[in-house]
């Protein structure tokens, strides 16, 4: 695109206003890389501190996933949660894998925040910046759920 020299000021508009376009979309491109880049940066780190994690014997991945963190409904992404499901081994109760975490956890730096009672606890742990959920809402159908956000 080569700038009009002589022309009539409707040909000038025109111009700009495809610069312009051109600037936006390279704009929303590599914002769209950038983002995309260090979504996957944030969650490869949420990975490595579920495996840095202890894991409840007998236990079965059965599931990974990630969701988006805002600090308002409708406001930018913040960061992300990972969660890692786990088949617990038959027989297995809440209370026991409570104590494991409990233990395991705290042994490693880990605070205990917050617990939540209800069909079966949910447990909050935070170490520095980092955040540890273990949640046993699903033992009764011999569900594990462990969330976690390296940046919380």
Known sequence: MTPPSRVSSVEAKRWVAQ???VLLLIAALSGTACSTSGR?????KNEQLLQSL??????VEVGMSSAEV????????????TTASFEL????????????????????G?????????????????RRQEMAVVNLEG????ILDVVVDHGA
């Not at 202890?54 to 236990?59: E, I, K, L, M």
Request: aromatic share 12%; glycine share 12%; no cysteine.
């Open 19 to 21: 610069v312009l376009l």
């Open 40 to 44: 996957d940066s944030y969650i490869n």
């Open 54 to 59: 202890p894991r409840y014997p007998g236990t």
């Open 70 to 81: 805002r600090e308002e409904e409708e406001g930018p992404v913040t960061g992300f949660t």
């Open 89 to 108: 081994p038959e027989g297995t109760t809440a209370e026991e894998v409570e104590r494991f975490y409990r233990r395991r956890l705290t042994g490693q």
């Open 110 to 126: 880990w605070m205990l925040e917050e617990r939540v009672s209800g069909p079966g606890p949910i447990l909050k742990f935070r």
């Open 139 to 142: 033992w009764r159908g011999a």
